[in-house]
């Protein structure tokens, strides 16, 4: 059993790869700006726009409007007595802030509505 040989790197019809001519500048992708900052709810890798490092964002919660219709709807349901508070300690329904962990720039903030 003969295995038949590969044809030389770079030959016609191997692939279309070329060397570039000496002194033949091809130019390169640019990265300009950073990336897309899409807040979740969760931590977020990108290039914070104040430092210019990449980082993974640190969420702090916030009572955003959501939390405060989740107030409105306990108390107009009878939830009297402290019980309408609740919505301020369940982080569900809050605000996510993202901030960069190194320059504690404000990234963005991703709101429940
Ligand atoms: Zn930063």
Redesign the pocket.
């Known amino acids: 059993m003969s295995v038949a040989p590969l044809p030389p790197y770079n030959a016609q019809g191997y692939n279309n790869y070329q060397i570039a001519p000496p002194g033949l500048i091809i130019p390169q992708p640019v990265f300009i700006g950073t990336p897309a900052f899409i807040p979740s709810e969760y931590p977020v890798q990108c290039v914070?726009?104040?430092?210019?490092?990449p980082?993974t964002t640190r969420i702090e919660k916030q009572n955003g409007l959501l939390t405060w219709l989740l107030v409105g709807g306990f108390l107009l349901f009878g939830c009297w007595f402290g019980c309408c508070l609740i919505p301020f300690c369940v982080d569900a329904g809050k605000d996510t802030a993202h901030y960069?962990?190194?320059?504690?720039?404000l990234?963005g903030v991703k709101k429940q509505i």
């Open positions: 914070c726009s104040r430092c210019q490092q980082i960069c962990p190194s320059c504690s720039q990234l």
